[in-house]
């Protein structure tokens, strides 16, 4: 337990690191890292896409990236969404797009993550792509919201995020459902303080299963993101006692994680989700996954050494 907290926060220490960060890009998506992450390029993971979507699994992509510190560069990464919402059509691709609000200026303008975010929802909309805001940490929760409550005005096909280990989370699925949200439900990946979050792992994971089931009561379509046996499990208990249809949620799982459940859940007749990140800036996304399961060390070990 204490080797695994160690572990834990080394790992989210070092996905925080600006130094280890550049010298991973100068290296690329050796050391494992392109076990879960779909390449440095998006044409890299067009094949891999393809390839998901024949063995029946749907996609969402995220272009990795978070703090961009310029107008510029919050733009030059809005533009490669739309590229990449372009590319998706073009080669009719069962995918849709996620993205975090850091990476299109939020910390930077209000007005300019409004901005990009309104010109990738209408290339979106035009090619018929759902967009799903990632939720990054507690301090950003709110304003995340806020934007997300206001672009889904216009926009049908926009969805966001709700993390379990949060104290507010039960508040916002109430609040949101007036929306008709489209809502991926999660644990949480990011280290948080014991004033805003649930530090006790098993009161995450209760409170994951409430606001599964508060979310389905409510009658909204819901995307369960979790590799873990106990919460998927409880998916099916309450598809069986909520008399639910299949088509009323979905489990989505990060590329590389569990693919013998993804294809177990697939033939079962559920709809499965992969998220798969691609990107320059694969480097925090691969040491938070390293954080949150150190059995995924293994095989960046095993990256290091392969030839
Ligand atoms: C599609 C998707 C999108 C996400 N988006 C966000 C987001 O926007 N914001 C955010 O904060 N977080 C996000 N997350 C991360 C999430 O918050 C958790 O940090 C992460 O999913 C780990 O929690 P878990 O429920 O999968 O399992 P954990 O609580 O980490 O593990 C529980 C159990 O599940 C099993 N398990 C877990 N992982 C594996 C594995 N790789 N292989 C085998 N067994 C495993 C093990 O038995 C483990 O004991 C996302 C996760 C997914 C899957």
Same mark, same amino acid.
């Given at each position: 337990m204490i080797l695994e907290a160690i572990s834990k926060n080394f790992f989210l220490f070092l996905s925080n690191n600006k130094v280890l960060d550049r010298f991973a890009k100068r290296f690329g998506t050796s050391f494992g890292a392109d076990k879960i992450v779909g390449g440095e390029t998006f044409s890299q993971a067009i094949p891999i896409i393809k390839q998901l979507n024949h063995d029946g699994l749907q996609v969402t992509v995220d272009h990795l990236g978070e703090f961009v510190e310029s107008k510029d560069e919050a733009r030059n990464r809005a533009q490669e969404c739309i590229d990449t919402i372009r590319s998706i059509a073009d080669h009719q691709l069962n995918s849709e797009v996620s993205l975090k609000l850091t990476s299109l200026g939020l910390d930077i303008s209000h007005d300019l993550v409004m901005e990009n975010m309104k010109m990738i929802l209408d290339a979106a909309e035009a090619a018929g792509i759902t967009v799903t805001i990632d939720m990054e940490d507690s301090s950003r929760c709110g304003t995340t919201l806020d934007i997300f409550k206001s672009l889904k005005k216009d926009y049908s096909n926009l969805g966001t995020v709700i993390q *379990?280990?949060?104290?507010r989370s039960e508040e916002d699925i109430d609040e949101l459902s007036s929306y008709n949200p489209y809502l991926r439900l999660v644990k949480g990946a990011y280290k948080e303080s014991g004033k805003v979050a649930f530090v006790d792992k098993e009161m995450v994971d209760s409170n994951l299963k409430r606001l599964i089931r508060k979310n389905l009561e409510n009658g909204q379509y819901t995307a369960i993101a979790s590799h873990d046996d106990a919460i998927i499990d409880y998916t099916k208990e309450l598809e069986a006692e909520l008399k639910? *249809?299949?088509?009323?949620f979905e489990f989505q799982m990060l590329y590389g994680m569990r693919n013998e459940t993804q294809k177990k859940l697939i033939q079962e007749g559920y709809t499965v989700r992969v998220y798969l990140p691609y990107g320059e800036d694969w480097y925090g996304y691969f040491m938070r996954r390293l954080a949150e399961r150190p059995a995924n060390i293994a095989f960046a070990i095993k990256g290091i050494f392969k030839k």
């Amino acid at each position: 337990m204490i080797l695994e907290a160690i572990s834990k926060n080394f790992f989210l220490f070092l996905s925080n690191n600006k130094v280890l960060d550049r010298f991973a890009k100068r290296f690329g998506t050796s050391f494992g890292a392109d076990k879960i992450v779909g390449g440095e390029t998006f044409s890299q993971a067009i094949p891999i896409i393809k390839q998901l979507n024949h063995d029946g699994l749907q996609v969402t992509v995220d272009h990795l990236g978070e703090f961009v510190e310029s107008k510029d560069e919050a733009r030059n990464r809005a533009q490669e969404c739309i590229d990449t919402i372009r590319s998706i059509a073009d080669h009719q691709l069962n995918s849709e797009v996620s993205l975090k609000l850091t990476s299109l200026g939020l910390d930077i303008s209000h007005d300019l993550v409004m901005e990009n975010m309104k010109m990738i929802l209408d290339a979106a909309e035009a090619a018929g792509i759902t967009v799903t805001i990632d939720m990054e940490d507690s301090s950003r929760c709110g304003t995340t919201l806020d934007i997300f409550k206001s672009l889904k005005k216009d926009y049908s096909n926009l969805g966001t995020v709700i993390q *379990s280990y949060l104290y507010r989370s039960e508040e916002d699925i109430d609040e949101l459902s007036s929306y008709n949200p489209y809502l991926r439900l999660v644990k949480g990946a990011y280290k948080e303080s014991g004033k805003v979050a649930f530090v006790d792992k098993e009161m995450v994971d209760s409170n994951l299963k409430r606001l599964i089931r508060k979310n389905l009561e409510n009658g909204q379509y819901t995307a369960i993101a979790s590799h873990d046996d106990a919460i998927i499990d409880y998916t099916k208990e309450l598809e069986a006692e909520l008399k639910m *249809s299949k088509e009323q949620f979905e489990f989505q799982m990060l590329y590389g994680m569990r693919n013998e459940t993804q294809k177990k859940l697939i033939q079962e007749g559920y709809t499965v989700r992969v998220y798969l990140p691609y990107g320059e800036d694969w480097y925090g996304y691969f040491m938070r996954r390293l954080a949150e399961r150190p059995a995924n060390i293994a095989f960046a070990i095993k990256g290091i050494f392969k030839k």
